[in-house]
């Protein structure tokens, strides 16, 4: 299934990604994937610093609030999201992350093909736009 995102911008959409959470006798874990092409990274935000706004063509990205104190923009919403919540970013959409005051950090897993000059950014803070 194709589906336009924007007017420049058309992306096959994966499925929502899978968590799942399997119960061990010592507690639990939660598994993001699973034999999938997928990238992982914790981001860190210097207080009261953000990201720049942007999109990505060719990849999906999972945002784990790890910290409290993230600012997640997608899409035009803002959210603020409590350590462990998820969301989920389409291929297309706009997103920025920040912080509120603290330092943060922020687990990314990209789905589909990950290259950073995938991104597209929109507006800068450090002239990169």
Same mark, same amino acid.
């Given at each position: 299934?194709? #589906? &336009?995102t924007?007017a420049?911008? &058309?992306?096959?959409v994966?499925?929502?990604?899978? #968590?799942?959470?399997?119960?061990?006798?010592?507690?639990? $874990?939660e598994? $993001?994937?699973l034999?999938?092409?997928s990238?992982v990274?914790?981001?860190? +935000?210097?207080? %009261?610093?953000?990201?720049s !706004? &942007?999109r @990505?063509?060719?990849?999906?990205?999972?945002w #784990?609030? !790890?910290?409290?104190?993230?600012? $997640? /923009? +997608?899409?035009?919403?803002?959210i603020?999201?409590e350590v %462990? /919540?998820?969301?989920?970013?389409?291929?297309?959409?706009?997103?920025?992350?920040?912080?509120?005051?603290?330092? #943060?950090r922020?687990?990314?897993i =990209?789905?589909? @093909? $990950?290259?950073?000059?995938?991104?597209?950014?929109l /507006?800068d /803070?450090?002239?990169? =736009?």
């Open positions: 299934m194709t #589906v &336009q924007d420049r911008v &058309q992306t096959d994966r499925p929502d990604p899978a #968590v799942e959470t399997e119960r061990r006798p010592w507690g639990s $874990f598994r $993001f994937t034999n999938e092409p990238t990274k914790i981001i860190h +935000v210097e207080p %009261g610093r953000r990201l !706004l &942007q @990505h063509r060719d990849r999906d990205e999972l #784990v609030a !790890l910290d409290p104190g993230a600012v $997640f /923009e +997608v899409a035009g919403r803002r603020l999201p %462990g /919540e998820r969301v989920l970013i389409r291929a297309g959409e706009t997103h920025r992350l920040s912080s509120d005051g603290q330092a #943060v922020v687990m990314e =990209a789905f589909g @093909h $990950f290259d950073e000059d995938d991104i597209e950014r /507006e /803070e450090y002239g990169r =736009a």
